[in-house]
């Protein structure tokens, strides 16, 4: 599938370019801690100046309203920039947070949180996993206790990405006592710095910290940070999570087409060698990707089975892309670098968002029509 574009999208591409080529920093992005957050938020200012920051929120909202067609124009630019990975401590606060209080939540939530969030202010994280409740979201156990006006929260998370250096939590917790599954539960805003809030960073394989496990003791929520209706928030949820399925992963799944192209260039002249092939495989799986990302964005309503199909597809070739860069490398792999440092990653790709083996449960029963399991 290619993209069709007007001459008035060329000339936004254009517009897109130069922009970039003005104002992509030099440096590389810290890979994390405060050096890496401070990166993001100065990034993320910079681009609210330029007029490019969330480019896809309503106008109304800070943003620009551009349609699916001229965000998928943006982040081919984007990438082709090489500018800092979408995937920040931003993200959240853009494709997630944002977009879910734009559809859910109260004047009062927006008008607070919406300028914060684009401005860089406020960093958000997502607070939804918890030990033995990550593929099966439903079973989650935290609760919010309704005292006052306010919300009681105990319990804990896992792998809340970014959690220690953001400044908010849109947090997933069971507000009506005794209910089961999707049923009871909320869609909070957690302020991090309230009392009672411990914050326990991991360290993952490549030997960084981006997530972290976070205790709730006792912690006070007002009422007011309710996101939809309390008790309704497991739809509240499915809002948030759909934002990920469609658009909020397209500049990464662009960014694999470079990474190949990086990788032909790092092999050199392979003429007729089994490598030349992989490479060339690897550069057609990436233009694959590309198509279903066009696909994906463009065609109204996407489906659930839509998202699993490319975020399998975008992380298996993630995967095979630094496994080639590491055969390519050789022994010099083992010393820290940038292939090694994202081979190391990568392992995380089949598991967040959803693993492999649940994006083949959807496709399984959804696309092949199998039996459910
Ligand atoms: C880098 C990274 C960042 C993350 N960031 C966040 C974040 O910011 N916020 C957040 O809330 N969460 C985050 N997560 C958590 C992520 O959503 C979960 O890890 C994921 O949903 C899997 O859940 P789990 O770890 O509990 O594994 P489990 O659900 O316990 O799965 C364990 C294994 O069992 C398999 N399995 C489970 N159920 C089935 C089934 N029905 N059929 C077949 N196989 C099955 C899985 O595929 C997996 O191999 C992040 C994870 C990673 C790796």
């Given at each position: 599938?290619?993209?069709?574009?007007?001459?008035?999208?060329?000339?936004?591409?254009?517009?897109?370019?130069?922009?970039?080529?003005?104002?992509?920093?030099?440096?590389?992005?810290?890979?994390?801690?405060?050096?890496?957050?401070?990166?993001?938020?100065?990034?993320?200012?910079?681009?609210?100046?330029?007029?490019?920051?969330?480019?896809?929120?309503?106008?109304?909202?800070?943003?620009?309203?551009?349609?699916?067609?001229?965000?998928?124009?943006?982040?081919?630019?984007?990438?082709?920039?090489?500018?800092?990975?979408?995937?920040?401590?931003?993200?959240?606060?853009?494709?997630?947070a944002?977009?879910?209080?734009?559809?859910?939540?109260?004047?009062?939530?927006?008008?607070?949180?919406?300028?914060?969030?684009?401005?860089?202010?406020?960093?958000w994280c997502q607070g939804f996993?918890?030990?033995?409740?990550?593929?099966?979201?439903?079973?989650l156990?935290t609760?919010g206790?309704?005292?006052?006006?306010?919300l009681?929260v105990?319990g804990?998370k896992?792998?809340s990405?970014?959690s220690?250096?953001?400044?908010f939590q849109e947090l997933l917790i069971?507000?009506?006592?005794?209910?089961?599954?999707?049923?009871?539960l909320s869609w909070v805003i957690c302020d991090m710095?309230t009392?009672?809030i411990?914050?326990?960073?991991?360290?993952?394989?490549?030997?960084?910290?981006?997530?972290?496990?976070v205790?709730y003791?006792?912690v006070?929520i007002?009422?007011?940070n309710v996101v939809?209706?309390?008790?309704?928030g497991?739809?509240?949820a499915?809002?948030?999570?759909?934002?990920?399925?469609?658009?909020?992963?397209?500049?990464?799944?662009?960014?694999?087409?470079?990474?190949?192209?990086?990788?032909?260039?790092?092999?050199?002249?392979?003429?007729?060698?089994?490598?030349?092939?992989?490479?060339?495989?690897?550069?057609?799986?990436?233009?694959?990707?590309?198509?279903?990302?066009?696909?994906?964005?463009?065609?109204?309503?996407?489906?659930?089975?839509?998202?699993?199909?490319?975020?399998?597809?975008?992380?298996?070739?993630?995967?095979?892309?630094?496994?080639?860069?590491?055969?390519?490398?050789?022994?010099?792999?083992?010393?820290?670098?940038?292939?090694?440092?994202?081979?190391?990653?990568?392992?995380?790709?089949?598991?967040?968002?959803?693993?492999?083996?649940?994006?083949?449960?959807?496709?399984?029963?959804?696309?092949?029509?199998?039996?459910?399991?």
């Amino acid at each position: 599938m290619q993209l069709k574009t007007t001459p008035e999208d060329e000339a936004f591409r254009a517009a897109a370019r130069q922009w970039l080529l003005a104002n992509v920093p030099a440096a590389r992005a810290p890979h994390e801690g405060r050096a890496a957050s401070d990166f993001a938020r100065a990034w993320l200012a910079r681009c609210r100046q330029g007029g490019w920051a969330g480019i896809g929120w309503p106008k109304e909202f800070g943003g620009q309203g551009l349609p699916p067609q001229r965000i998928l124009i943006w982040y081919e630019e984007y990438v082709r920039a090489r500018a800092p990975s979408a995937l920040d401590c931003t993200f959240v606060g853009l494709n997630h947070a944002g977009p879910t209080l734009i559809a859910c939540g109260t004047d009062e939530q927006k008008a607070f949180h919406l300028p914060r969030i684009l401005s860089g202010e406020a960093l958000w994280c997502q607070g939804f996993s918890e030990p033995g409740s990550g593929s099966d979201l439903a079973s989650l156990k935290t609760t919010g206790t309704v005292d006052g006006d306010h919300l009681v929260v105990n319990g804990q998370k896992i792998w809340s990405s970014y959690s220690d250096v953001a400044d908010f939590q849109e947090l997933l917790i069971r507000t009506e006592p005794g209910s089961k599954r999707h049923k009871g539960l909320s869609w909070v805003i957690c302020d991090m710095r309230t009392p009672g809030i411990t914050v326990r960073p991991i360290v993952n394989m490549a030997g960084v910290s981006h997530f972290a496990e976070v205790f709730y003791d006792d912690v006070r929520i007002p009422l007011s940070n309710v996101v939809g209706a309390l008790n309704d928030g497991w739809r509240v949820a499915m809002t948030t999570l759909g934002f990920e399925r469609k658009t909020a992963a397209m500049g990464l799944q662009f960014e694999l087409s470079v990474k190949v192209e990086d990788l032909i260039a790092l092999a050199g002249p392979q003429p007729g060698t089994a490598l030349a092939e992989r490479l060339a495989d690897l550069r057609a799986e990436a233009a694959a990707l590309r198509a279903m990302t066009y696909r994906m964005v463009l065609r109204e309503p996407a489906t659930q089975s839509d998202g699993s199909m490319m975020r399998l597809h975008f992380a298996e070739l993630a995967q095979r892309i630094y496994r080639t860069a590491m055969d390519i490398i050789g022994p010099e792999a083992l010393v820290d670098n940038d292939w090694s440092h994202d081979y190391l990653e990568a392992y995380s790709e089949t598991i967040a968002g959803g693993t492999a083996e649940i994006q083949r449960n959807i496709i399984a029963e959804r696309v092949l029509g199998l039996p459910r399991e």
